[in-house]
């Protein structure tokens, strides 16, 4: 059964903030909300993740509202590097890759 | 840091043939490494867990006698795909948690592998 529920696909213009969200209502209290993504022919790459509070490093910023049941990943300034397939996952320990959401940035 | 190689990167082999896939965590230690198969256009699915020193575990629908998984240290395990057919050409993925995981269970993934069954 999903965990998350995803947009199947969103365009963002170069140098613009990418806000990708994700719902995930029937989240437990100790399950992290993590975030991947997929260039194509490659293998996935962790971007952040997180439990109550928002967090934000060198790729990205995660939001995750008070109740939990949704979050939104921020790329602050796409790059067309960034054009690829983010997955939101929910899970304490392996990962289900839903469809995810297909980003492509464009110049 | 926190890189896991994956070789090879690409193998095209003969039906009937057996594959042997090598992931290695190259900057850390990982008691547990996974195995993900991915068809095209479809996203990434759990084939196994892998525990160093001991016995893999499959996910429902996977072949352990098909998909032979060795996890003999700490920076090495092995898929191979025995007996391969050309329903098994696939794009093959490990990862790998490093140890100890500081309580995040954070996976990083080789660059994967493509079997091509001929």
């Given at each position: 059964d999903a965990k998350t529920t995803q947009?199947?696909?969103?365009?963002?213009?170069?140098?613009?903030?990418?806000?990708?969200?994700?719902?995930?209502?029937?989240?437990?209290?100790?399950?992290?909300?993590?975030?991947?993504?997929?260039?194509?022919?490659?293998?996935?790459q962790y971007i952040i993740h997180g439990l109550k509070n928002n967090e934000t490093n060198e790729?990205?910023?995660?939001?995750?509202?008070?109740?939990?049941?949704?979050?939104?990943?921020?790329l602050p300034h796409a790059t067309l590097r960034d054009t690829a397939v983010y997955y939101c996952i929910v899970d304490d320990y392996k990962l289900s890759f839903g469809a995810g959401t297909t980003v492509t940035v464009r110049a | 840091g926190a890189v896991v190689s994956q070789h090879p990167s690409r193998v095209i082999c003969k039906s009937g043939t057996s594959v042997k896939i090598e992931c290695r965590s190259l900057d850390f230690?990982?008691?547990?490494?996974?195995?993900?198969?991915?068809?095209?256009?479809?996203?990434?699915?759990?084939?196994?867990?892998?525990n160093e020193g001991s016995k893999a575990t499959y996910e429902q629908g996977v072949?352990?006698?098909?998909?032979?998984?060795?996890?003999a240290s700490l920076t090495l395990s092995t898929l191979t795909v025995t007996s391969a057919h050309?329903?098994?050409?696939?794009?093959?993925?490990?990862?790998?948690?490093?140890?100890?995981?500081?309580?995040?269970?954070?996976?990083?993934?080789?660059?994967?592998?493509?079997?091509?069954?001929?």
């Open positions: 947009p199947p696909s969103m365009d963002c213009a170069e140098g613009r903030a990418a806000n990708l969200p994700c719902n995930h209502s029937t989240i437990s209290g100790n399950e992290y909300v993590y975030w991947y993504r997929q260039i194509h022919s490659q293998g996935p790729m990205a910023s995660l939001i995750i509202t008070e109740d939990r049941k949704s979050s939104t990943l921020i | 230690q990982a008691t547990t490494m996974f195995w993900y198969r991915q068809f095209p256009k479809q996203s990434l699915m759990l084939m196994a867990t892998s072949e352990k006698d098909k998909f032979l998984i060795n996890h050309p329903e098994d050409s696939s794009f093959y993925i490990c990862s790998a948690i490093p140890y100890p995981n500081r309580g995040r269970n954070i996976q990083y993934f080789g660059a994967g592998t493509r079997l091509s069954v001929l």
